[in-house]
């Protein structure tokens, strides 16, 4: 449906009776949903950000919305009740038309209406499971950074306190033996606690990455939904 009333209104997700303020607040709002920079530069983002600015240029400028409102004018539908009276003396009643039914481009409207508040929905959950992974990533990247200057220090003291092991004491009563025994014994802890993080971080990169390509291939696919 290009360039139609439909096109422009629904691509800012707002009513053909919006004031200007709703239109400028729900571009804003696209604009920081659909952005490039804020989709990892998708293609998606950027086909999508080029019908939002379009839609702008036509609706955020009055004089614009007016002459293209104007133009399409014979899409709007209007609703009315009609009365009857036959008689004035007579007992007065109304007589009321039917409903009119939903016209095409009104159904449409409802049914795309439905179909952005989904995608909405959709996008938002990725977003709050974005931000959440990328929390978890950056506390597992400070743990795993934590544990390896732990190791490297431990190292350190193992070595020098064998540099200054001397062979004057009899084995078992030398306490340089009994701190290196311990020093050791640490490290090792560490070292497993610092396997087990690392494999954590590993898995949380993987989560975020996978859901990254699921959420780019359904902002493809809502792409062809247009």
């Known amino acids: 449906m290009t360039n139609s009333l439909l096109d422009c209104y629904f691509i800012l997700e707002v009513s053909p009776t919006a004031t200007d303020a709703e239109i400028k607040a729900s571009y804003r709002r696209l604009v920081l949903l659909h952005h ?15 019908k939002i600015n379009g839609a702008w240029e036509i609706l955020g ?5 007016c002459s293209y409102n104007s133009r399409y004018q014979p899409w709007a539908n209007t609703t009315s009740h009609s009365y009857s009276n036959t008689d004035s003396n007579a007992p007065r009643t109304h007589s009321y038309s039917e409903p009119p039914k939903p016209s095409q ?3 449409f409207m409802r049914k795309y209406a439905k179909r952005r508040a989904n995608c909405r929905r959709q996008r ?36 020098s306190s064998k540099e200054k092991l001397g062979s004057d004491f009899p084995p078992g009563e030398n306490k340089l033996e009994l701190e290196i025994i311990n020093y050791e014994s640490a490290l ?34 809502e792409r062809y939904m247009k």
Do not use: F
């Open 36 to 50: 490039p920079d804020k989709n990892d530069g998708s293609q998606a983002a950027t086909l999508k950000m080029q």
């Open 61 to 65: 400028d009055p004089a614009a919305r």
């Open 105 to 107: 481009a009104e159904r």
């Open 124 to 159: 938002q959950k990725w977003l709050d499971y974005e931000r959440m992974q990328e929390h978890l990533i950056r506390i597992s990247q400070d743990k795993v950074r934590d544990m390896n200057l732990e190791i490297n220090a431990l190292c350190k003291r193992i070595a």
């Open 188 to 221: 090792r802890v560490k070292q497993t606690s610092l396997k087990s993080q690392t494999s954590r971080l590993d898995l949380l990169r993987r989560q975020l990455s996978q859901r990254r390509v699921d959420e780019n291939d359904r902002l493809e696919a």
